[in-house]
């Protein structure tokens, strides 16, 4: 900062706003932040351009490029809720072919797994019903199709992976689960204090009472719906029993399972490691349905 507190130099400015010089250089050669210049032809920047580096970097945590932050720091016509409903788009196409890509990945390493095993007898639980496959070249589909875990399937599946992993218009993106409660607050709240899932919104009819919910895990959606005769959905505490259940993968699932447990939540069985390929345990839901969590194995089981 020079003498007279108003202005700093782009060293000082560089070590007070965490980022480099190099980076401050390049914002003013794109012309998106422009100091003053000495004489001598040093950067200085004043209070203006520090605001304006503040709102450079909050947008950019916002994932928006430098042109759209140009944008909205120039063009009055500029929208930061039309910015980020394209960021938005953007990252969602950009989530989307990264879970193909995981898929496919997946899809390779069962096949290495059976090939070392001599396998050939069925899919790998962990690579999903369809091999990971989202191009409609399902080995059932191919008139002869090569034995799972044979040479020819291993190759076949790795150069699946090089595949365009483009998402058309018309194939189907993401599953968003919907359990059915008798008390959607209550079950809210056991989600989220319990099992650690993420609070969503929950919405209340004019009486107050909460008629659909939402918790959330890193990847999607967890819908709560009310229970509804006319649709033929019941609380599985109603009928005694599930007809099917939630798996949800964490990132440590022996640490999930203690703090579940510390928590009050009811296990029903501790963390296993699975042929499928995963450490996994059972606990019950808020009300009393069957729920999974597991985390993926670094090293496969053994054969």
């Known amino acids: 900062m020079d003498d007279d507190g108003v202005s700093w130099r782009v060293g000082d400015l560089a070590h007070a706003s965490g980022l480099t010089v190099r980076t401050l250089h390049h914002y003013d050669d794109v012309g ?9 032809g040093h950067r200085v920047y004043r209070r203006a351009h520090v605001e304006r580096l503040y709102r450079i970097s909050v947008l950019r945590r916002f994932g928006v490029s430098l042109d759209d932050i140009a944008a909205a720091l120039d063009d009055p016509g500029w929208s930061l809720d039309g910015a980020l409903r394209g960021q938005l788009a953007a990252l969602e196409d950009q989530v989307l072919r990264t879970e193909r890509l995981l898929h496919r990945l997946t899809d390779v390493t069962s096949g290495l797994a059976e ?11 962990g690579g999903g019903a369809d091999g990971g496959r989202h191009t409609g070249d399902d080995d059932a589909a191919e008139p002869n199709p090569a ?25 189907p993106l993401r599953r968003i689960a919907v359990l059915v409660y008798a ?66 993968t964490v990132q440590d699932v ?18 296993t490691d699975q042929p499928y390929g995963v450490r ?8 009393g349905e069957p729920w999974s969590f597991w985390s993926p194995l670094t090293e496969p089981p053994p054969a």
């Open 147 to 171: 034995p799972r875990g044979s040479d020819v399937d291993v190759c076949r599946r790795l150069l699946a992976v090089l595949e365009d992993t483009a998402v058309v218009a018309t194939e």
């Open 115 to 125: 090939a070392s095993s001599g396998g050939g007898a069925g899919a790998v639980r």
């Open 32 to 40: 998106l932040l422009r100091p003053e210049r000495t004489s001598a």
């Open 280 to 287: 996994e345990y059972g606990a019950l839901g808020p009300e």
């Open 183 to 248: 008390d959607l607050e209550a079950a809210h709240r056991h989600l989220v204090d319990v099992f650690g899932l993420t609070p969503g919104p929950l919405h209340r009819d004019d009486d107050g009472t909460v008629v659909h919910g939402e918790v959330r895990t890193a990847d999607g959606v967890v819908m709560l719906h009310r229970v509804a005769p006319e649709w033929r959905l019941a609380s599985p505490a109603t009928l005694g029993a599930a007809t099917g259940m939630l798996v949800v």
């Open 254 to 271: 022996d640490a999930h399972h203690s703090a579940v447990v510390a928590r009050g939540g009811t296990v029903t069985y501790p963390p």
